[in-house]
């Protein structure tokens, strides 16, 4: 448990977790269960979490993507063995970080440089401009996940 919970550690700056399932596991509710317990534990209870529900062969059931109350994917069930809803993983993955973008304005001072090399990086800018005072002025669009995670590294710099 203890090798298990310091792997799970990272998962607090993560975007989205993929909590895999054994459908076929006897103890399945349990084990969904110790796992939501640890992620608390590590204070990572509340990143969005993407349940993929494996095995799905054993049962017999075609593959599907169950949605919550908003539309979004939160199940999938799969086989990884025949590879039967593997594309519905995909699917779903894109749906929870790739369809939500962000579209800003920045204005970079040449110290930070490195921001708008990643930004450019990234294939985020649509436009740039300098302004007299050294100022430049970006027009970025960006998955959201990519910018949360240039702020992280940034601090300050979408101010």
């Known amino acids: 448990m203890e090798a298990f919970k310091a792997t799970l550690e990272e998962t607090v700056s993560a975007d989205l977790l993929i909590h895999v399932i054994d459908v076929a596991a006897g103890a399945r509710e349990d ?3 110790q796992v939501q ?3 608390e534990e590590i204070g ?4 969005p979490q993407l349940q993929v529900y494996n095995k799905l062969d054993l049962l017999e059931q075609p593959p599907r993507i169950d949605y919550d109350e908003e539309g979004k994917p939160e ?4 086989s990884a063995a025949t590879g039967a809803g593997c594309d519905l993983l995909l699917q779903a993955i894109a749906d929870r970080v790739g369809a939500d973008m962000i579209e800003e304005e920045l204005h970079l001072e040449p110290r ?3 921001l708008r090399a990643a930004l450019y990086q990234l294939g985020a800018v649509a436009a740039e401009q300098y302004g007299e005072d050294g100022i430049a002025h970006l027009s970025v669009r960006l998955p ?3 910018w ?4 992280k ?4 710099a979408a101010a």
Not at 148 to 151: E, K, Y
Not at 153 to 156: A, F, I, T, V
């Open 31 to 33: 084990n969904i269960f």
């Open 37 to 39: 317990a640890v992620l």
């Open 44 to 47: 990572a209870q509340d990143i």
């Open 75 to 78: 199940r999938v069930w799969l």
């Open 112 to 114: 930070q440089g490195r």
């Open 144 to 146: 959201r996940v990519d």
């Open 148 to 151: 949360n995670r240039l702020m």
């Open 153 to 156: 590294r940034e601090p300050g």
